[in-house]
């Protein structure tokens, strides 16, 4: 499947001026809660609320890009809360780039704490093994996925978030079709700025660390680290919508240093 980049890049920025139009209700502003890009926040999708998230991250350096759809719905309330992400991507080397769709995953998070100043809302996931493993696309095997957001506030106006999982992948496929059990581990910091209800401004820091399978059956370690400097703008609108556009600059450091890129960010909720 042949997936032209420059299009998700064109919708991230013209479907936003479009609705910029629509007439927005400041007296009815919502505080932007949905305030990261490579991390999680904490904070679980309230009764009847769902939010409908894409994002789009590409790497100068790769020209590699990865578009991801993620749906949240509380299930029936704030204290259960389903999602499923769809990944688009575009793998390999310049030349040979494959596109196609990626593993999908299948979140239930619980949410564990919820107070004025600290949350906690440990996630579980399936990871379906939808993308061809032939073509680097994906793992070949179904995966299991843990990670633990906490939110923070520090201040009036300042929030951070915090991340820690592992991922534990039977059985995992390489090309060939070798299989192997790999693992992998993330953890990331984010500190964000509430510049007002609808402005905000971020860095975040996050590192992966994944294994990869070999033609000989043997394992080794992929990782990468970015900075993430960003802000969001949110819109809120008379129906009830509310609209959070961003953009954000990952920075590569450490395993990923020179691997610069640039972040769109787009959802709706209501």
Not at 7 to 15: G, K, Q
Not at 134 to 149: E, F, R, S
């Amino acid at each position: 499947m042949k997936i032209n980049s420059s299009r998700f890049v064109s919708i991230a920025l013209i479907v936003p001026c479009l609705l910029s139009s629509l007439n927005a209700s400041a007296e009815e502003a919502k505080r932007i809660e949905d305030n990261s890009f490579l991390l999680e926040e904490a904070y679980n999708q309230e009764e009847g609320v769902i939010q409908y998230i894409q994002s789009y991250q590409y790497s100068r350096k790769t020209k590699k890009w990865l578009y991801t759809f993620t749906n949240e719905i509380p299930m029936p309330n704030q204290t259960h809360q389903f999602s499923y992400t769809v990944p688009l991507a575009r793998v390999g080397v310049d030349p040979t780039f494959q596109s196609g769709l990626g593993d999908i995953g299948i979140n239930y998070r619980y949410q564990l704490v919820k107070t004025d100043d600290v949350a906690v809302a440990p996630r579980l996931s399936v990871i379906l093994p939808t993308g061809q493993y032939k073509k680097g696309l994906g793992n070949g095997a179904t995966g299991y996925q843990v990670n633990i957001p906490l939110s923070v506030d520090l201040a009036d106006k300042w929030v951070s978030h915090w991340n820690a999982g592992a991922t534990f992948t039977p059985n995992a496929r390489e090309a060939s079709g070798v299989r192997a059990d790999i693992r992998g581990n993330n953890h990331g910091a984010s500190l964000v700025y509430l510049h007002s209800e609808n402005l905000n401004f971020l860095v975040e820091y996050v590192r992966n660390e994944n294994q990869t399978v070999q033609p000989d059956g043997s394992k080794t370690w992929e990782k990468s680290a970015f900075l993430n400097p960003g802000l969001r703008y949110a819109k809120n609108y008379e129906s009830g919508w509310q609209m959070v556009s961003g953009v954000s600059f990952p920075i590569g450091v450490g395993p990923s240093r020179k691997d610069n890129g640039i972040l769109f960010y787009l959802s709706f909720e209501k």
